[in-house]
């Protein structure tokens, strides 16, 4: 009964999402407001259709209803909550409808804290949302129902796939999808705008809060799944550029990128051409992540459910979205009006700069994730591009954009003064000088280690600028203390936002450089009591049993970390793991970290063949991976700190309108101009 | 205009980004081709495994009937998937499955047989790895179909799933077999 409900209410949020789509837009186009205003009731309506849908899935994976044939495919009674929960989402069927729900709470959002926003903008912008929900409703009930039953129902589940049983992976799909979802309301802002021909600062403002929210969620919707990569499937890595992986990176990057244009559509009222094609492609790329995840045009690790049929459907939405929507700009963008000129070096030159390297780099790793396809279909032959070609273009790009990064926030709008940027940076770049010599001799100061010097002088660099940025704001040791202090208290938080998040990246191309050029990798056979090297310290193998799990059969490893004296350090325990339900085995590495270093083990086979108790063993000394993790983390608690600016926050306006009175309506209209 | 045409541009892009989605559909990027594909199939001479009988030893055991030859290995966590339906043929008997096991030690061989079953009729193994090689073979488990004349008519690679069975493989085999 309760899969039923969950449905129909499937059924009657299509309706109410259709209701959202054409009424709003009709009524912002004749300028009737009691039409418009459809937009927020329908869009509560449509949180709470979408709302029971989900609560019906979770119910069936929580009482492991097998008659429910998604559930049968997916799930287990064996298994611990956690993963019967995360199992809603972690296959297709579940995964579209915590889409469309993050959609439809997304719309909820915007009519709730959009008290301020013109009435025809956010009638417009709430339709378009609503398309998007109506496409993938379509798609849902169309090809992808997950309440289809099964009769007779069967006796227990397949099991959700092992590799997907982990804290990690169960909320990372959900993080990616708010990210990707989030970039829908730059969208419908986007469109929305276009259909009104004009753009001001009071629109940026208003994208750039929701652009940022759904950056800080992908960003750590892709950490998630880095670390998750690096801890549970045992290789070693924690970046493969695998098409999926590239499928979040992509969005991102432009997204990046959007986030960054529309600081200058907002200060400068400037770029808003640009700002507005960025917001499309961001959210186009976006869909084609989904697409490209979905449909199995290209081959991936990670292609757990794919299927043509499902393919054809999102590209046929792909194809209504960008061809509408680029169509929409083709059309409506040349009749916008510029704002205002800049010099080339000035801060909205290097944000230009940004936008232009984060863009090309998007583009590139979009061309190189998608040439196999390219070939396969102009009949080169079968060709996959694996990671030297994504190194070899990827960082190019990113090293001027890194060193960009410091030197931007230091110049001035419309007009910069490089040479004063250069002179106050001056301890930045002596410093950086002194990280590369000392990086490149306690490395061994061979011609090899050169080029890892150097990548850890663009991140200190980076890191270094940022703080220097931050010292000249307080205007630290150049006035006394208590006044640096209250410098400090009263930075707004957007300017915090931005120190914590390049400082956060700093961290991320140091960790990552770092690791490329100094990691150790050995694969051995081991008897017990056998010791092997990893890095400054060694392993002992001390041996290996069976162990029993709740739906696995284990060997579990036991290995001492030792120091140069032989000193224990830690026990570490990777796991071989054979799972029942459904057949397949994972490995479970066992990772000591120092917090700047980590130490990671892997235990294979045994290999009875060399010695009683011997298994194989496989060791990686990984410097440097912590601050990937520290990085990723600053970057987005960065975009969260930019998010609690006072500007952002809810009701502001108003409070700050009704506090001084109705003599000041200068300073209300540039909070919130009434346009409509 | 030339506002006009840059802000086309896009649109352009994209268009022909749709195009080739629209043609990549239609393939399959895992299907690799085999240079093989339609010719005899390579001679050899391989050892049979240590204890199991009968034996596959020769490229002349193939021909006269339509007969599967499937590459597998104990260390390929795939094969051990694929395995369940591998006895599942077996058990309907449409032709003889023969095996090759290559990169592997017979003992460790029998010993995954012994523990997942042992779907063969005549199993091979390939010490040099020389065979595997020239039947063109990417990866475990790899899967090839031969007709009665000795020549390989398909290559399935990856596992065999149910769907791969009942909607190719065996139509493909049934047809040979009349043909």
Redesign the interface.
């Known amino acids: 009964m309760i899969p039923e409900i969950g449905h129909f209410a499937l059924v009657l949020a299509l309706g109410v999402a259709v209701v959202q789509a054409v009424v709003p837009m009709i009524g912002a186009q004749r300028g009737n407001l009691a039409w418009m205003e459809v937009a927020r009731p329908a869009s509560v309506a449509l949180v709470l259709c979408i709302g029971v849908a989900f609560a019906a899935l979770t119910h069936s994976y929580v009482v492991s209803d097998f008659s429910v044939t998604n559930v049968f495919m997916n799930s287990h009674t064996d298994k611990p909550m956690l993963y019967k929960i995360s199992g809603v989402w972690g296959n297709h069927e579940g995964s579209l409808l915590l889409w469309i729900l993050i959609l439809a709470v997304f719309s909820l959002a915007v009519s709730v804290f959009g008290g301020n926003l013109p009435p025809a903008l956010r009638a417009r912008a709430l339709a378009v949302q609503a398309m998007i929900t109506t496409g993938f409703l379509l798609f849902i009930l169309f090809t992808s129902n997950p309440f289809a039953r099964l009769d007779p129902a069967p006796f227990d589940g397949r099991g959700l796939n092992p590799l997907l049983q982990d804290p990690g992976l169960a909320f990372h799909p959900p993080m990616l999808y708010l990210g990707y979802v989030g970039f829908s309301m730059a969208f419908s802002f986007a469109i929305a705008a276009l259909i009104e021909g004009r753009v001001d600062a009071a629109w940026a403002r208003w994208v750039r809060p929701w652009t940022l929210i759904a950056w800080v969620f992908l960003t750590f919707g892709i950490a998630l799944g880095s670390w998750w990569a690096y801890y549970e499937l045992g290789w070693g890595g924690y970046w493969y550029w695998d098409p999926v992986e590239n499928a979040s990176f992509i969005p991102w990057l432009a997204g990046t990128a959007l986030l960054h244009s529309a600081i200058v559509a907002e200060k400068r009222d400037t770029l808003k051409s640009w700002t507005i094609l960025l917001a499309i492609i961001t959210f186009s790329l976006s869909l084609l992540g989904t697409f490209l995840v979905r449909s199995g045009v290209i081959t991936s690790v990670h292609a757990f459910a794919t299927d043509p049929t499902r393919g054809v459907f999102i590209l046929l939405l792909l194809a209504i979205t960008v061809v509408g929507s680029f169509s929409l700009y083709a059309w409506r963008a040349p009749q916008m009006k510029g704002g205002g000129v800049f010099a080339p070096v000035s801060r909205e030159g290097t944000l230009l700069l940004n936008n232009v390297l984060l863009s090309t780099a998007s583009a590139t790793v979009l061309l190189g994730t998608l040439y196999p396809l390219f070939a396969d279909a102009l009949q080169l032959g079968k060709v996959s591009v694996g990671p030297p070609f994504f190194n070899s273009v990827f960082v190019p790009l990113m090293i001027p954009m890194l060193i960009l990064m410091g030197v931007g926030p230091m110049l001035a709008w419309k007009r910069g003064d490089a040479l004063g940027a250069v002179r106050r940076l001056w301890t930045a770049l002596v410093a950086t000088a002194a990280v590369v010599l000392g990086t490149w001799v306690l490395a061994g100061g061979s011609v090899v280690n050169a080029g890892a010097a150097l990548g850890m002088g663009v991140g200190a660099w980076l890191l270094l600028a940022t703080m220097v940025e931050w010292a000249e704001r307080v205007r630290l040791f150049r006035v006394p203390p208590r006044d640096s202090l209250r410098r400090a208290t009263n930075l707004p938080r957007s300017a915090y936002g931005m120190t914590v998040a390049h400082v956060g990246t700093a961290l991320l191309v140091m960790g990552v450089v770092g690791n490329t050029a100094w990691k150790s990798e050995t694969v051995q056979v081991m008897r017990p009591g056998e010791t092997i090297p990893i890095g400054p310290r060694a392993l002992v193998f001390e041996g290996a049993e069976r162990m029993p799990g709740p739906n696995y059969d284990a060997i579990r490893g036991r290995l001492r970390l030792i120091d140069g004296d032989g000193h224990t350090i830690a026990i570490m325990s990777p796991e071989k793991r054979q799972y029942t339900s459904p057949p397949m085995a994972t490995t479970e590495a066992a990772i000591h970290t120092t917090g700047v270093h980590d130490y990671y083990a892997v235990i294979g086979d045994p290999s009875p063949g060399d010695g009683a108790g011997a298994f194989v063993t496989r060791f990686y000394y990984e410097p440097f991976v912590p601050l990937l993790w520290y990085g990723a983390l600053l970057m987005g608690l960065g975009g969260l700190v930019s998010l609690s600016d006072r500007r952002h926050r809810v009701g502001v306006p108003r409070r700050a309108r009704a506090a001084q009175g109705a003599s000041s309506t200068a300073a209300a209209t540039t909070e919130a101009p009434a346009r409509a | 205009m030339t506002?006009?045409i840059i802000?086309?541009l896009?649109?352009l892009v994209?268009?022909v980004?749709?195009g080739?989605?629209?043609?990549?559909?239609q393939?399959d990027?895992?299907r690799?081709?085999s240079a093989l594909l339609h010719q005899p199939l390579p001679a050899f001479a391989l050892d049979g495994l240590p204890g199991r009988a009968p034996p596959l030893t020769d490229s002349a055991q193939l021909t006269g009937q339509v007969a599967l030859v499937n590459f597998f290995g104990s260390?390929c966590?795939a094969c051990?998937?694929e395995h369940p339906m591998l006895n599942r043929i077996q058990a309907e008997g449409v032709a003889p499955l023969h095996g090759i096991a290559f990169q592997d030690?017979p003992?460790a061989t029998l010993r995954f047989l012994a523990r997942h079953g042992d779907p063969y009729d005549r199993v091979g193994y390939d010490t040099t790895n020389r065979i595997a090689i020239e039947f063109g073979v990417t990866g475990a488990p790899e899967t090839f179909v031969i007709d009665k004349a000795g020549v390989i008519r398909h290559k399935h690679v990856g596992p065999i799933t149910e769907d791969d069975w009942v909607d190719t493989l065996r139509p493909m085999i049934e047809d040979l077999q009349d043909g």
């Open positions: 506002r006009r802000s086309f896009p649109l994209v268009a980004l749709l080739f989605f629209v043609v990549g559909l393939m990027p895992r690799l081709p260390w966590a051990i998937q030690k003992q």
